[in-house]
Structure formats: structure tokens, C-alpha cells
């Protein structure tokens, strides 16, 4: 086997942990949005909130398109 495909699977063994960290990051996303209310642009704590968001939707896009893969390729198997 191909290390890609050892990997691949490894992570999709796990695909029933994803819709957690889909929700945790959900959440976390939720309270950035809420912190973006009380922060002025051009501060420090603005900026760092930035990269969280970043992060955040990193997160999102990650976790979520991996779901979407291993779903796919469970129902092609």
C-alpha cells in the first residue's frame, strides 16, 4: 500500500469523531463572532482574533472536507 492510501485510512477509521470536532469548532467559531462585537479594529486583541478566525475556518474546511471524503469513499467500498 501506498502511505497515502495507510493515512487515509487511519483517518477515516476515525470518521465518527469528526461531527465532534466539527461542532467544537462550530461553537469556538460562534463565541469568535460574538468577541468581533466588543473588539476595535486596529487593536492588538483584534488582530489575534483575526488569526483565530483563520484558524477557525481552517478547521472547518479541513474536518469538513474530510468527512466528505471519507463518506464518499465508504459508500463507494
Known amino acids: 500500500m501506498r502511505f497515502r492510501e ?3 485510512d487511519a483517518v477515516c477509521e476515525q470518521r465518527d469523531q469528526i461531527p465532534l470536532l466539527l461542532a467544537v469548532v462550530t ?4 463565541l469568535l463572532a460574538f468577541s468581533f462585537l466588543f473588539l476595535q479594529p486596529g487593536t492588538a486583541a483584534y488582530v ?3 488569526v483565530d478566525l483563520l484558524l ?7 474536518f ?5 471524503y471519507c463518506t ?3 459508500m463507494n467500498n
Open 6 to 8: 495507510v493515512l487515509m
Open 27 to 30: 461553537v469556538m467559531g460562534l
Open 48 to 50: 489575534i482574533a483575526l
Open 56 to 62: 477557525v475556518v481552517g478547521c472547518l474546511v479541513t
Open 64 to 68: 469538513g472536507g474530510t468527512y466528505w
Open 72 to 74: 464518499k469513499r465508504a
